[in-house]
């Protein structure tokens, strides 16, 4: 069993950078998959990026590559999203979620994942 839990979601200004983190319980966390996802109101829930549980192959959704970066600190079973650049249309509440699947894979749809956190919101004003 692993529990997430998020923070670091605000309020900013298009342009402004935020970094969110991804707590997890559970000494076996650091060879979960790892994923981000958001959801804006009325939207449904979209990936964001991902890293495999060899820590080694990440992936990002079109709308955030060469803005967004995820990094591990297994040490401290901690994910991050390093989130530059942001604009309105990225306000949402975002949510880590994890997998023990055993493929070496990003996974990229909510159904692949077993655990969820609380999510976090970020809002960006314009």
């Known amino acids: 069993q692993v529990q997430l839990v998020e923070s670091g979601g605000g309020l900013v200004q298009a342009g402004d950078s935020l970094r969110l983190s991804c707590a997890a319980s559970?000494?076996?966390?650091?060879?979960?998959?790892q994923g981000w996802f958001r959801q804006a109101p009325g939207k449904e829930r979209e990936f964001v990026g991902g890293t495999a549980r060899n820590g080694l192959n990440t992936d990002y959704a079109d709308y955030v590559k060469g803005r967004f970066t995820i990094s591990r600190d297994n040490a401290k079973n901690t994910v991050y999203l390093q989130m530059n650049n942001l604009q309105p249309g990225d306000t949402a509440v975002y949510f880590c979620a994890a997998s023990p699947r055993l493929q070496n894979i990003v996974l990229h749809t909510v159904r692949e994942y077993d655990y969820w956190g609380q999510g976090t919101q970020v809002t960006v004003s314009s």
């Open positions: 559970g000494r076996t966390f650091s060879t979960y998959s």
